[in-house]
């Protein structure tokens, strides 16, 4: 018997883990999609490397500390993690100008931000996932006020993690999006996935973009650079 699908988005199928109370099985898909889905391919392979890479992440996250919703890697394209409510929120760290804020407010590809840049973008597909402000925030989700900052905290020690483990593979980590969700506890974690989908990483050496971008942009091979990314993981860390 298949585990009953409660929900499927762009990227990822949500099933109800069988005979695990709490638990979700994600399906990584093939499917890409840029620009609020107005842009669609299929990739052979990628439910399977974004599945490898992100469970990679989660499992260092969690060597250092952060609390996610990832339990275990099952199968290629699957993995097992904490049921979540998700909290409707697309939390975006930027240490590097790129995407859409060179265009929003006219600031110059490459510009490094010390301290680093978090955005909060409302996730609702209709509307296109507008940015937003804290008040914002707080009237659209059922996050208090303090929760909002340990929201913002967490992204920014998560951000110091990643940015020491792309380092360690060569890789500039530009700016990436996060989600996190509520447990059945009420606690607050990591959750949704960390991927070249959700990350800009670009060599640090020759600034070769290694993410989604080479899709959205139309400038390279979408599964040569997630294959490249999940070989360094795989033979550094
Ligand atoms: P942006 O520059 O388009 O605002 O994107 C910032 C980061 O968030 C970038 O690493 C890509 C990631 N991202 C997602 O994961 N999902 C999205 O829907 C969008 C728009 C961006």
Redesign the pocket.
């Known amino acids: 018997m298949k585990d009953v699908l409660l929900y499927e988005g762009k990227a990822k199928k949500v099933y109800q883990a069988k005979g695990k109370q709490n638990q979700l099985v994600l399906a990584y898909k093939n499917d890409a999609t840029a620009f609020n889905g107005e842009k669609k391919s299929s990739f052979n392979g990628k439910g399977r490397l974004n599945n490898e890479i992100s469970s990679k992440i989660f499992n260092l996250l969690h060597e250092a500390g952060v609390e996610t919703h990832f339990i275990d890697r099952l199968s290629e394209t699957e993995q097992l993690v904490y049921q979540t409510e998700i909290i409707p929120l697309?939390v975006?760290v930027r240490n590097v100008a790129?995407?859409?804020?060179t265009k929003r407010l006219g600031i110059e590809e490459k510009t490094p931000f010390h301290p680093p840049l978090v955005e909060l973008f409302f996730k609702d597909d209709e509307l296109g996932?507008p940015l937003i402000n804290d008040q914002h925030a707080l009237f659209l989700s059922s996050i208090t006020q303090d929760e909002l900052q340990e929201i913002k905290d967490k992204a920014l020690e998560i951000n110091q993690h990643l940015t020491r483990i792309f380092q360690c593979i060569g890789i500039t980590l530009?700016?990436?999006?996060l989600e996190f969700g509520r447990l059945t506890d009420g606690s607050i974690v990591l959750a949704d996935e960390v991927s070249p989908?959700?990350?800009?990483l670009w060599d640090i050496n020759t600034s070769e973009k290694l993410?989604?971008d080479v899709f959205r942009q139309g400038i390279g091979d979408l599964i040569q650079v997630y294959e490249e990314i999940l070989d360094r993981l795989e033979e550094k860390v």
């Open positions: 697309e975006v790129a995407g859409s804020i996932d530009v700016d990436f999006k989908d959700t990350c800009r993410d989604k």
